[in-house]
C-alpha cells in the first residue's frame, strides 16, 4: 500500500508540474514556431509559414514527425475550430507523455537504486527549468528527451527490445543524432553481453517497421523518395558551412545555460564521478538494492558523451542540450546518495541521519528556490508575444499583422484567425524569413527559387510597410525615427495607435542577474522594461 500511495503521489506530481509547463512556458526558441507548429498549421488548416528545411530541394525536416501531432489535432478539430485551444491541447498532450515517461523512469530507479535516488530524482525533476522549458515543446530535441527517458527506464529494466525500438524511432522520425544517447547501451550488448544477433537483428526489424511508414510519408509529402534523417546529417555534417551560419558560441553558452536550467543539480552532477571514485577508494560501502559506483558512472555516460560532441560544435543552441536534461537530475540524485554514505561510514548509521537530512534541506531548498525562481522570470517577463495576438479583433476580409524587428517571437498562425495573414517588413535582419506553404493540393511538393541553404535573405519574403493594417512591436522608448532600419514605431502616433499593450524586459538593458531570476520586490528595481504592442494603422 505504501507503494502505490508513492508512486501515486510521483505520478500526480509529474502531470500536475508539466500541465503547468505546457500552458505557461513560453516559445523560447523561434525554429519551434516556424518549423514545427507552422507546418502543423499547414497541414491542419491549409495555411501556415515554410522554411527551407520543407523544400523539396533539402527535405531536411520529417512530415511523419509532424504527423504524430496532427492526428489527435485533427480529432479534437472535429469538435473545436479555436487554433489557441489546439495549441494547447497539443501542448498538453506532450506535457502528459514526458510525465508518463518520467513516472515509468522513477519506479525503475526504485527498483534498481532504491527510494532515496529515487524520490531525490523526482524532486530534481520537479522544479527543474530546464525540464519546465523542454517538456511541453514541440521540437525533435524535446522528442529525443523522451527517448532519452525511455532508454535509460528499459536500460535498467534490462528490456533490451524497447531500447533498440524507441532509439531507431528517434533516429528515424525525430532527430538522428539522438542516437548518440544509446551509445553505451548499445557497447554493453556488444561487449559485455556479446548479443551482435540479436542488436543487428532488432535494429532491423524496428528499422523497418518504422523507417519505412515514415518514408512512404515524406516521400508523398516532398514529390519524391526522401530519408529526412539522412538529409539533416548530410546537411550538418558534410557541408562545408552547416549550420554555422546561424551564429557559432563559445562552449561557455552551455555552462551559463545549464546553470540556468539545472542551477545546484548542475555542480552536483559534474562532481559525482570525481566522488565515485573517491568513495571506491576508501572502501565505501553501498546497500544492495543501489547502484555500484561504477555502474552509476556508467548509467551517466550518455550525458558526458552528449556534452563531448556538442560542446566541440562550433553552432550552439539551449535546444540542443534537451535529450539529456533529465540524466542531471539522475547525476545528482546519484551524488546525493554517495555523500549519504560518506557520512554513515564516518559517522555510523544513527549519528549521520541529522546531517543528511540537512543536506537533503538545503540542497533540495536551493534548487526548489532557484528553479521557481528561474521559471517564474521567463513565464512572467517574456509572455507577451503569447498574449498579445489575442486582443485583435474579429475581420471578415484577409487582414494583414505584420512584423519587423520582432519577427523571431512570432508565437505561430494557432494564435490567429482566419483572415489574418502574418507579414514580415524589412528590419536590420537580412538572413532568410520563411515565406507561407502554396495553398494547394501539392503546395509542399514546390521548389521555390526563394529558399537556399546559405541563410540569404531575398526579397519575396517582405512585405510594404503601407500595406500593414496592424503591426507588432516592441517600444523601447525611443524617439521615432524613420530613417532607422528598426524604428519605434509606438512613437509614430501620426500613424499608428496602440490597440494593446503588455510589459516585457528588455534584456540588453537589464542587470543579468535580474533577468534571469525573479526575485519579489528585488528584481523589478533592475529591470528595464518595454511595451510589447499591437499597433493600429489609422485611417
Known amino acids: ?39 502543423l498549421h499547414y497541414l491542419l488548416k491549409g495555411r501556415g509559414f515554410q522554411t527551407w528545411e520543407y523544400s523539396p530541394e533539402f527535405a531536411l525536416r520529417s512530415y511523419s514527425y509532424l504527423w504524430l501531432h496532427a492526428l489527435p489535432a485533427k480529432l479534437l478539430a472535429l469538435l473545436v475550430e479555436n487554433g ?88 528515424l522520425i525525430g532527430w538522428p543524432f539522438a542516437v548518440i544517447v544509446s551509445i553505451p547501451f548499445v557497447l554493453e550488448l556488444l561487449v559485455k553481453y556479446r548479443k551482435i544477433g540479436f542488436l543487428c ?60 536550467n539545472h542551477n545546484i543539480v548542475l555542480p552536483l552532477t559534474l562532481a559525482y564521478p570525481v566522488l565515485v571514485l573517491v568513495a571506491t577508494g576508501i572502501g565505501v560501502k553501498y546497500q544492495k538494492k543501489r547502484l555500484s559506483p561504477l555502474r552509476g558512472i556508467w548509467l551517466m555516460s550518455p550525458l558526458v558523451l552528449w556534452l563531448a560532441v556538442f560542446s566541440i560544435q562550433p553552432h550552439k543552441e539551449e535546444r540542443f542540450i534537451f535529450p539529456i536534461y533529465p540524466l542531471f537530475s539522475l547525476g545528482g540524485a546519484l551524488l546525493m546518495d554517495v555523500l ?84 514580415f517588413v524589412e528590419s536590420s535582419f537580412k538572413g532568410m524569413l520563411p515565406a507561407y506553404f502554396h495553398e494547394t493540393a501539392n503546395g509542399t511538393q514546390l521548389v521555390h527559387e526563394y529558399f537556399n541553404d546559405k541563410n540569404l535573405g531575398h526579397p519575396h519574403m517582405l512585405f510594404d510597410l503601407n500595406l500593414c493594417d496592424f503591426l507588432v512591436d516592441l517600444d523601447t522608448g525611443v524617439s521615432f525615427n524613420a530613417t532607422s532600419p528598426e524604428p519605434n514605431f509606438s512613437a509614430d502616433k501620426s500613424t499608428w495607435s496602440v490597440v494593446k499593450s503588455v510589459d516585457f524586459v528588455q534584456a540588453t538593458h537589464s542587470k543579468s542577474f535580474a533577468r534571469a531570476f525573479y526575485v519579489p520586490l528585488l528584481s523589478h528595481r533592475y529591470l528595464a522594461w518595454g511595451k510589447y504592442s499591437i499597433l493600429k494603422r489609422l485611417k
Not at 501515486?8 to 519551434?32: G, H, K, M, P, Y
Not at 531525490?120 to 532519452?148: E, K
Request: with cysteine; net charge positive.
Open 1 to 39: 500500500m505504501l507503494g502505490f500511495r508513492s508512486n501515486f503521489a510521483a505520478l500526480f506530481l509529474l502531470l500536475s508540474v508539466r500541465l503547468q509547463s505546457a500552458l505557461w512556458s513560453v516559445i523560447s526558441d523561434c525554429d519551434e514556431t516556424f518549423n514545427y507548429w507552422e507546418p
Open 84 to 171: 489557441i485551444v489546439i495549441f494547447y491541447f497539443i501542448r498538453c498532450l506532450l506535457g502528459i507523455t514526458c510525465a508518463l515517461l518520467e513516472y515509468h523512469l522513477y519506479k525503475a530507479l526504485k527498483w534498481r537504486c532504491g527510494a532515496t535516488i529515487c524520490n531525490m530524482w523526482l524532486v530534481f525533476q520537479l522544479v527543474s527549468p530546464g525540464m519546465f522549458i523542454s517538456s511541453a515543446a514541440l521540437l525533435p530535441s524535446s522528442f529525443a528527451m523522451y527517448v532519452t527517458i525511455a532508454t535509460m527506464t528499459a536500460w535498467l529494466n534490462d528490456n533490451t527490445k524497447t531500447a533498440i525500438a524507441v532509439t531507431a524511432l528517434s533516429g
Open 201 to 260: 537483428k532488432n535494429a532491423l526489424i524496428f528499422g523497418a517497421v518504422f523507417g519505412i511508414p515514415i518514408i512512404i510519408i515524406d516521400s508523398a509529402h516532398f514529390g519524391s523518395i526522401t530519408v529526412a534523417a539522412l538529409n539533416i546529417i548530410r546537411y550538418n555534417v558534410f557541408t562545408s558551412h552547416g549550420p554555422d551560419l546561424y551564429g557559432v558560441e563559445p562552449a561557455s553558452f552551455y555552462v551559463k545555460n545549464l546553470f540556468l
Open 340 to 423: 549519504f554514505n560518506f557520512t554513515r561510514r564516518f559517522l555510523g548509521v544513527k549519528k549521520s541521519a541529522f546531517p543528511n537530512r540537512v543536506m537533503t534541506i538545503i540542497v533540495f531548498g536551493i534548487a526548489l528556490a532557484m528553479g521557481l525562481s528561474r521559471i517564474l522570470a521567463v513565464s512572467l517577463y517574456y509572455r507577451a508575444p503569447m498574449v498579445i495576438l489575442s486582443d485583435l479583433p474579429p475581420m471578415q476580409s484577409e487582414t494583414n499583422v505584420c512584423y519587423g524587428k520582432e519577427w523571431y517571437r512570432f508565437p505561430g498562425s494557432f494564435f490567429l484567425s482566419a483572415n489574418y495573414r502574418v507579414r
